[in-house]
């Protein structure tokens, strides 16, 4: 009995003994894996639980007035493989069988790097191993990632294939630097939101809202919970139109080389509504090319220089004290202007004599306008300045651009209102307007004198739907009466047709407007250090009887000769007679020669479709007599085209001889041809003239074959 007690006691003493060795080792182990394994365990947990990820939103897009897509985002990536993920899956054979199916599809897509080079590639980071390997250095499009999803081994999913890729939400602009300041620019890593232009003035409309996912497994299976679903950002269509601003783009930077020019604006606005159609800031940088660096229509403050006049004569018109036939004796050109010289432009040639205030605008004489300012204000400044506030020239228009500026016009209780300030500011200096301010001004004049807010965005729309339109905003109802608009508007055409402004006209149709051209101030250098510089302008609208754009060209150059008419109004004329030719719509009818008979080119090929669409435009053809047959059994013939009408005449189809595809279309011959198994290529446009296999030959399923267009 006492050996049996033994027995259990040694065997309790045993379990005892094993169970603490567990418990040691339980403990070690548990040891080892919080300390020297906790990094590797914190990766693992957190590649299949994952809490509260934040799902980024798709950025809304920008519009063109007209439709067009001008900023959008859209996806890039980067494609990686875990050779790792692909062995323990047991596809590592499968690559390797298919390894030059996949090397060659990759030289399709990517033809910068040969079949061989993407071999060479693709086995260095199978015998490395690697969890991670980049397949292609570069960012590759949503187009270009799909192509490459269908080649095999990267079909399947990541845990079987080791194919796997890293999106990237990148900001892009399909017209490129088009309106590019307008627009606006995010920052590099789109996540951290918008610089400027609509992109930042809209950027709690475009941006959207973020969603909360989470990872839970499910079923052994670990699956992306949504918890909130992220909303994406709305649309903004904006009021430019895309035509429009490659037209005033184009013939500005011209000009801007022509003239070797620091840098140009031009701005194009819809009149009744304020629209801006056109907004083009270019600037000369280093490399001597022209781009847009800033939204200069709005943000650049500098002194307008003679378009300022036709605000000048407004004032004292709308105030009685002069009429267009006011005649102001300017002498030889030069006039003492309280201890300072004021100048004609042409007083070395012994300046206009006596003139009145038509003539004066027309050649914009500095003489003439600033001696009625200062005859009729100069012991009342405030009551000019007070004029000119009353047009609301002044008013900040709150565009709601980054760096947006405001008219500074100062009164005479200011610091640096001196005796000569007043008929200075009279010829457009000591006076700092933007540029779109002073287009603003003459838009409306042209708007019979309602002046409307300029408007950059129309509508906000989300899944084609709009949700909020952006009514124009009037600034001011009535800047004068109805007597000086008329009289204003007369002199302003009489300026193009007779005055220094007739570069800026057109044969075409009227146009309206004032030049400029002033000297840049230094600030306290004055205004000849380091040589003269000047900012030639014009700013107008056409056509003069029912205005229907308005725009204004700007632009500064390093150097004279300086001529507003003959350097801006060219640029305006360009500008004007394109968009002018763009909205001109005649009535084809006239010009219909009634002698002719039209027949259409029609291509060979489904002639059943080609019937149906003689017979909807109702011209002279047999398409009656063409078969109707089900819509996936196409009719295949040849069509040859008369004086009086065209033929349409079936041809029979041999399934084992290469048929006759010349005369077709692109679509048509590649549909016949690959139900054939044939393999085709395309060389140019339009209908095919010759084909690389001969018609009649017996056809073998996998041949390749080229076709020419022309």
């Given amino acids: 009995m006492m050996f049996g007690q033994k027995n259990i006691m040694l065997r309790y003493t045993f379990i005892v003994f094993v169970m603490a060795l567990i418990a040691v080792a339980v403990i070690i182990k548990a040891a080892f894996i919080m300390f020297a394994e906790r990094q590797y365990w914190k990766d693992v947990a957190d590649r299949f639980v994952k809490e509260n990820v934040t799902v980024a939103p798709t950025r809304g897009n920008i519009i063109s007035a007209d439709g067009k897509l001008m900023a959008s985002s859209l996806p890039e990536y980067k494609i990686y493989m875990d050779f790792v993920a692909l062995k323990e899956a047991g596809n590592d054979s499968v690559l390797m069988n298919h390894l030059t199916e996949i090397c060659e599809g990759m030289h399709q897509i990517f033809p910068d790097k040969s079949a061989q080079s993407f071999r060479r590639h693709i086995l260095n980071g199978r015998r490395a191993k690697s969890r991670n390997y980049l397949l292609y250095p570069k960012r590759i499009s949503y187009i270009e990632y799909k192509e490459v999803k269908k080649l095999p081994v990267f079909n399947l999913n990541k845990y079987r294939g080791g194919f796997h890729e890293l999106a990237f939400n990148q900001r892009k602009k399909p017209f490129g630097s088009l309106a590019a300041r307008t627009l606006g620019d995010m920052y590099p890593d789109i996540t951290l939101g918008a610089k400027n232009g609509i992109e930042l003035t809209y950027d709690s409309i475009l941006r959207g809202q973020n969603g909360i996912t989470h990872r839970q497994k499910v079923m052994n299976k670990y699956l992306n919970i949504v918890d909130k679903p992220a909303v994406d950002g709305c649309d903004v269509i904006t009021t430019i139109d895309v035509d429009m601003q490659d037209i005033a783009e184009k013939a500005l930077v011209d000009q801007l080389k022509n003239l070797n020019a620091v840098s140009g604006v031009a701005v194009v606005m819809e009149v009744a509504t304020g629209d801006v159609k056109a907004n083009v800031n270019m600037t000369k940088a280093g490399d001597g090319n022209y781009y847009e660096m800033r939204n200069a229509s709005v943000s650049n403050l500098m002194e307008p220089g003679s378009t300022f006049k036709t605000a000048s004569i407004m004032v004292a018109l709308e105030d009685k004290y002069i009429t267009p036939d006011y005649v102001v004796d300017t002498g030889n050109g030069v006039v003492n202007m309280h201890g300072s010289f004021m100048k004609d432009w042409n007083w070395y040639k012994g300046g206009y004599g006596k003139i009145d205030v038509t003539r004066i605008l027309e050649v914009s004489s500095n003489v003439g306008v600033s001696t009625i300012i200062d005859h009729f204000y100069g012991k009342n400044p405030q009551k000019f300045v ?325």
Avoid at 437 to 456: D, E, R
Avoid at 491 to 512: D, E, H, N, W
Avoid at 596 to 609: H, M, R, T, Y
Avoid at 612 to 637: F, K, M, Q
Wanted: a positive charge.
């Fill in 386 to 710: 007070d004029g000119l506030k009353r047009m609301s020239i002044d008013k900040p228009l709150n565009l709601g651009f980054v760096g947006e500026a405001s008219p500074r016009i100062q009164g005479p209780n200011e610091r640096y209102f001196a005796g000569t300030t007043l008929p200075w500011m009279s010829i457009g200096y000591e006076t700092m307007i933007p540029p779109i301010y002073l287009l603003n001004f003459y838009n409306a004049i042209a708007n019979n004198g309602v002046m409307v807010k300029p408007k950059f965005v129309k509508a906000i729309a989300k899944d084609g739907e709009i949700l909020k339109e952006f009514p124009t905003e009037i600034v001011n109802p009535k800047i004068c009466s109805d007597t000086t608009l008329m009289q204003i508007r007369t002199i302003l055409r009489k300026v193009v047709s007779q005055g220094l402004a007739k570069p800026a006209g057109s044969k075409q149709f009227s146009v309206s407007g004032k030049t400029g051209t002033a000297q840049i101030s230094q600030g306290k250098a004055g205004y000849k250090a380091g040589g003269v510089s000047y900012l030639v302008s014009f700013c107008g609208y056409f056509p003069s009887e029912n205005p229907k754009y308005s725009c204004i060209v700007s632009i500064q150059i390093p150097h004279g000769p300086a001529s507003g008419g003959l350097q801006a109004g060219s640029v305006f004329s360009r500008i004007a007679e394109r968009i002018y030719a763009k909205h001109l719509n005649q009535d084809l009818e006239h010009a219909k020669d009634s002698t002719s008979i039209l027949i259409p080119n029609v291509k060979s090929g489904d002639i059943q479709e080609a019937a149906y669409v003689l017979r909807a435009l109702n011209v002279n053809s047999n398409s009656a007599s063409i078969p109707t047959a089900s819509e996936d059994i196409p009719v295949w013939g040849k069509v040859t085209t008369t004086p009086t009408q065209a033929e349409l005449k079936e041809t029979k189809i041999n399934s084992k001889l290469l048929p006759n595809v010349k005369g077709m279309g692109a679509k048509d011959a590649v549909y016949l041809l690959e139900s054939y198994g044939l393999k085709v290529r395309l060389s140019g446009v339009g209908k095919v003239t010759s084909q690389s296999l001969a018609a009649g030959s017996h056809v073998r399923r996998g041949q390749t074959i080229t076709l020419i267009l022309k």
